[in-house]
């Protein structure tokens, strides 16, 4: 194989993985209405961090402003989160998850754990290391060299 044909098997590969995990995600968060992974991710941001404040929220998981906002007006819409100024800094939105949103994102990370046990069955945990240090150098390779 060459190396133009293992870039393109590596990629065709990432992108079933990516379209196999959202199938699987929302089809079991669908009882919460959370439609779509990212909704998933920025309430689960919450969860894990108290009063995060949005931008922080963006930078987290490499999201533009307004997506995020997005995201955000669609949680609290369902009455998942709820959001309050800063004090010091009226431009600032600090997030909270509300104990709905807590027991949605509680099943988030029960849906983590079961996906995990199906993606790395028979790897050990110095592969799973292996492997995650292989995807961080394919990241700091294209940061900055692409937008987005």
């Known amino acids: 194989m060459n190396g133009n044909d293992i870039t393109r098997n590596i990629e065709m590969t990432m992108s079933a993985l990516i ?7 929302e089809a079991r968060m669908k009882k919460y209405s959370i439609k779509t992974v990212t909704i ?55 997030v909270y998850a ?23 069955a028979n790897f050990s945990d110095e592969e799973k290391l292996d492997f995650l240090e292989k995807l961080h150098k394919i990241k700091d390779n294209v940061t900055g060299k692409v937008h987005g």
Request: contains cysteine.
């Open 19 to 25: 379209m196999y995990w959202r199938n699987y995600f």
């Open 40 to 94: 998933g991710a920025v309430l689960f941001a919450a969860y894990k961090h108290e009063g995060i404040v949005q931008d922080d929220i963006c930078k987290m998981l490499n999201m533009d402003k307004a997506y995020v906002t997005r995201e955000l007006n669609t949680l609290e819409h369902l009455g998942y989160i709820w959001r309050e100024r800063d004090e010091e800094d009226h431009r600032k939105n600090h």
């Open 98 to 120: 509300t104990a709905a949103g807590k027991k949605a994102a509680m099943e988030i990370e029960k849906v983590r754990g079961e996906w995990s046990a199906i993606e790395y």
